[in-house]
T-cell receptor, first 110, second 114 residues
């Protein structure tokens, strides 16, 4: 099955940029996603990228995809305290199911 | 748009009882709904996929007689945890997807079995 790896913890000062990384194994994935989960809540879709793209920018969010290395990153510019959450990357498999990484907790320090 | 609700948001029950969790798509018709469980500080693990009007497809290792899933309409799926035990305590999250659309997640249900 798919295996999606993420690092665990990142602290960042308010106003700085934060970068979260993810690696995946299924080279046939068509879409890759970033979700945000705040404490005690469900997942909020932040952004996604189609596998034939290298980069996608959406306001403060920039997604980079290195398909050769199966590496996905999310950069959050001008990080705000409201960005404190757990971020999950996910890939969609051939059966349209999502496989999630372990999540990366981001703590924004005022 | 694309709002998914879950009810209840949290539930505490005694060991041996059954608990039903509802998942509703409020502003779209969901042909497929997914049920996940999430243990503290861990990722989401897919339990089962249900398509409206047909039996759910369970992931390996998930007991279908333990976790009963019903998807009777295009806007409602239910997960019933039968004869719950403390090890079933977890955060259960559903998601819903319309044709050719992304999955939208519910807010989750915290189940605590005493």
């Amino acid at each position: 099955g798919e295996d999606v790896e993420q690092s665990l913890f990142l602290s960042v000062r308010e106003g700085d940029s934060s970068v979260i990384n993810c690696t995946y194994t299924d080279s046939s994935s068509t879409y890759l996603y970033w979700y945000k989960q705040e404490p005690g809540a469900g997942l909020q879709l932040l952004t996604y990228i189609f596998s034939n793209m290298d980069m996608k920018q959406d306001q403060r969010l920039t997604v980079l995809l290195n398909k050769k290395d199966k590496h996905l990153s999310l950069r959050i510019a001008d990080t705000q305290t409201g960005d404190s959450a757990i971020y999950f990357c996910a890939e969609r498999d051939g059966n349209n199911r999502l496989a999630f990484g372990k999540g990366n907790q981001v703590v924004v320090i005022p | 748009g694309a709002v998914v609700s879950q009810h209840p948001s949290w539930v505490i029950c005694k060991s041996g009882t059954s608990v039903k969790i509802e998942c509703r798509s409020l502003d779209f018709q969901a042909t497929t709904m997914f049920w996940y469980r999430q243990f503290p500080k861990q990722s989401l693990m897919l339990m089962a996929t249900s398509n409206e009007g047909s039996k759910a497809t369970y992931e390996q290792g998930v007991e279908k007689d333990k976790f009963l899933i019903n998807h009777a309409s295009l806007t409602l799926s239910t997960l019933t945890v039968t004869s719950a035990h403390p090890e079933d305590s977890s955060f259960y999250i559903c998601s819903a997807r319309a044709m050719s659309r992304e999955q939208f997640f519910g807010p989750g249900t915290r189940l605590t079995v005493l």
